[in-house]
Every structure is written in structure tokens, then in C-alpha cells.
């Protein structure tokens, strides 16, 4: 019975340290907005490991919109950027630039580790031996879809991504980027018969 709950601890224990998840709370700031988002210009702006994320966000962002004939391109700011300052009116002059009519704005606002025991494992020999100490990465961002015309916010978002010790970039950027597609496409800003392909089910 004991070693039975010691291998679902150390299973459950693996599955964090491994995994990422993203969680998305968001809301549509305007609801007299009628239209449904026909392209979409993301304006990136990751610190720390989660910038290492970005061309896999970028990537994997970008397979998707292409796939349903959705136009998408992206500009990214970092601690050096030499793109400007981090404003709207640089992000619209941007936009506009590469013929966009919404950019969606991806902004890292936090992050912080958490420190946990994993619990007793079962050794070769069937004994308990120790536990192991790990860490768990959670970052915190922010997302507002805007209009260039005008500068009117659609849709913000509050995302949380945890990811363990051994979750990768790649991973992180997977999930990243297809939690804000789902989550656009929830809140019907998409267009009708927009889909995620099946294979991202992986993901």
C-alpha cells in the first residue's frame, strides 16, 4: 500500500517538474466590437528565461494563423531592443507599417520560484530512500488586443505559465501559444471556422 502511494507521489512529482501548463483568464473590453479579428500583429516583450520561448511562440504562433489563411507577423522588444521605447504609439506605427489592422501585446509582468519536496522514493532493493528537492518556475504576463485605427482595446489577459525544472523552452512556448489562440478563439474574436490543428492536441 505504502510503496503504491509513493509511486503516484513520485509520478505526480515528475508530471510538475517536467510539465508546463498555462492558465488564462481574460475578458473582452469591448463589447460593442462586432467585428471578428482578421489579422494580428503580436508586439513581444519576455524577460529572463521566458525570452528564450520566443521563437517557438513565434513559430508555432505563426503555423497556426498561416494554416487558416489568417495573416500574422510579430516584432519583439528586449532589454536592449533597438526598436524604441515600449509604447503604443510605436507599436501602431509598427503595425501599420506591415499593413496590420490589430496587434495583440504580450508582456511579461513577473516571476517566481517555488521550492518543494518531491517525497520518498522506492529504491532497487524495495526500501524508502530520500526525496528530492525541486523547483517550480511560474511567470506571469500580460495580453491586450488592440485596434490600430484607433487604438481601442478588445480583449486583455492575465497568464500564468508554470513550468518545472525540466521543462523546456520549447514546451513553454508550445503551450503559450496555443493557450492565447484557444483563448482568443473562446471569446469568439477569431473568425468563423478558424481551428487549431489536431496534431497540437500534443501540445
Known amino acids: 500500500m505504502n510503496i503504491k502511494i509513493?509511486?503516484?507521489?513520485?509520478?505526480?512529482?515528475?508530471?510538475?517538474?517536467?510539465?508546463?501548463?498555462?492558465k488564462i483568464d481574460s475578458q473582452v473590453m469591448a463589447p460593442n466590437f462586432d467585428q471578428k479579428v482578421t489579422n494580428l500583429f503580436y508586439v513581444i516583450n519576455l524577460q529572463?528565461?521566458?525570452?528564450?520561448?520566443?521563437?517557438?511562440?513565434?513559430?508555432?504562433?505563426?503555423?497556426?494563423?498561416?494554416?487558416?489563411?489568417?495573416p500574422f507577423n510579430h516584432e519583439e522588444y528586449t532589454f536592449f531592443s533597438e526598436r524604441g521605447t515600449f509604447t503604443l504609439e510605436n507599436m501602431v506605427i509598427s503595425a501599420k507599417e506591415k499593413n496590420f489592422d490589430f496587434f495583440l501585446i504580450l508582456l511579461e509582468t513577473d516571476h517566481d520560484r517555488e521550492t518543494y519536496f518531491s517525497g520518498p522514493t522506492v529504491?532497487?532493493?524495495?526500501?524508502?530512500?530520500?526525496?528530492?528537492?525541486?523547483?517550480?518556475?511560474k511567470h506571469g504576463l500580460e495580453a491586450y488586443l488592440y485596434t490600430v485605427s484607433d487604438t481601442t482595446e478588445i480583449w486583455r489577459a492575465k497568464i500564468e505559465v508554470t513550468s518545472g525544472d525540466y521543462g523546456n523552452s520549447?514546451?513553454?512556448?508550445?503551450?503559450?501559444?496555443?493557450?492565447?489562440?484557444?483563448?482568443?478563439?473562446?471569446?469568439?474574436?477569431?473568425?468563423?471556422?478558424?481551428?487549431?490543428?489536431s496534431e497540437w492536441d500534443e501540445y
Open 48 to 70: 529572463d528565461k521566458m525570452e528564450k520561448t520566443v521563437p517557438t511562440l513565434v513559430d508555432k504562433s505563426k503555423s497556426i494563423y498561416t494554416e487558416n489563411g489568417f
Open 6 to 22: 509513493t509511486s503516484i507521489l513520485v509520478l505526480a512529482s515528475l508530471f510538475l517538474i517536467y510539465c508546463t501548463t498555462t
Open 123 to 137: 529504491g532497487a532493493n524495495g526500501m524508502f530512500v530520500g526525496g528530492s528537492t525541486s523547483k517550480t518556475i
Open 170 to 197: 520549447t514546451q513553454t512556448g508550445n503551450s503559450l501559444a496555443k493557450g492565447v489562440i484557444e483563448r482568443l478563439l473562446s471569446d469568439g474574436l477569431l473568425p468563423s471556422g478558424f481551428t487549431i490543428p
